[in-house]
C-alpha cells in the first residue's frame, strides 16, 4: 500500500547552517505530495506541496521537489533559524480516494543560536 | 474565522470512562478527519467523513465511534477507554479542489 519514509530525527543544526530533510514514498500512480509543520503544543500546517512530478513547492524559504524517478520530495532551506524548531512531517495524499493523508512519522528539528 | 476547533484541550480518563473530542470547522469543507499522533508513528487516521451524513473507518478505528453531526461538526466518541489510547488526537478538514487538510490544536488525552 502507499507509505511515507522520511529520516529519523532529532536533526540538530546551528542557526544559519543548510537544512535537508528526506522523504521517499511508495504510491500507485502519482499522488499529490506536502510538508507539514508542527510547532511546540500546536497542530500540524501546512507548509508546501506539489501536486505533479517535477513541481517545487516553497513557503517561508523551504522548497521541495517532486521527483518522479527517485519516488522522493526532500525538504531543504539554506538557513535555518531558531524560529524553524518543530517537527516536520511529509505526507501524500492517498490515492484511492477521499482526500486521505498518508504521513511520515515525522522529524523533530532543532536549531540552536 | 476560527479555521477548525477541537475542544477539549486536555482531558485525564480512568480506564472503562466515555467521552466525546468535539471538533468544528467554518471554512465549509466537506470532508473532516480524525487523526491520533503517537510518539515516533507519525499521525494515523482514525475515521473521516467525505460529506455530511457519511463517515469511514480508517487505519486504527478500533475503540472509537464517529458522528457527522452536520456539515460543520464531527465528533469522536471513546465509549470505553483504555491506557492504548493516551495520545493526542486532532481534527482535521479539507475542500476536495485543493486537496488542503486543516488541523485543529488537538486534544491531548490521557487514560489512567
Known amino acids: 500500500g502507499d507509505s511515507v519514509t522520511q529520516m529519523e530525527g532529532p536533526v540538530t543544526l546551528s542557526e544559519e547552517a543548510f537544512l535537508t530533510i528526506n522523504c521517499t514514498y511508495t504510491a500507485t500512480g502519482y499522488p499529490s505530495l506536502f510538508w507539514y509543520v508542527q510547532y511546540p503544543g500546536e497542530g500540524l500546517q501546512l507548509l508546501l506541496k506539489a501536486t505533479k512530478a517535477d513541481d517545487k513547492g516553497s513557503n517561508k524559504g523551504f522548497e521541495a521537489t517532486y521527483r518522479k524517478e527517485t519516488t522522493s520530495f526532500h525538504l531543504e532551506k539554506g538557513s535555518v533559524q531558531v524560529s524553524d524548531s518543530a517537527v516536520y512531517f511529509c505526507?501524500?495524499?492517498?490515492?484511492?480516494?477521499?482526500?486521505?493523508?498518508?504521513f511520515g512519522a515525522g522529524t523533530r528539528l532543532a536549531v540552536h543560536p | 474565522n476560527a479555521g477548525v476547533t477541537q475542544t477539549p484541550k486536555f482531558q485525564v480518563l480512568k480506564t472503562g470512562q466515555s467521552m466525546t473530542l468535539q471538533c468544528a470547522q467554518d471554512?465549509?469543507?466537506?470532508?473532516m478527519y480524525w487523526y491520533r499522533q503517537d510518539p515516533g508513528m507519525g499521525l494515523r487516521l482514525i475515521y473521516y467523513s467525505a460529506s455530511e451524513g457519511t463517515t469511514d473507518k480508517g487505519e486504527v478505528p478500533n475503540g472509537y465511534n464517529v458522528s457527522r453531526l452536520n456539515k460543520r461538526e464531527f465528533s469522536l466518541r471513546l465509549e470505553s477507554a483504555a491506557p492504548s489510547q493516551t495520545s493526542v488526537y486532532f481534527c482535521a478538514s479539507s475542500d476536495q479542489v485543493y486537496n488542503e487538510q486543516f488541523f485543529g490544536p488537538g486534544t491531548r488525552l490521557t487514560v489512567l
Open positions: 505526507a501524500l495524499l492517498f490515492s484511492g480516494g477521499y482526500n486521505k493523508l498518508i
Open positions: 471554512m465549509n469543507h466537506n470532508s
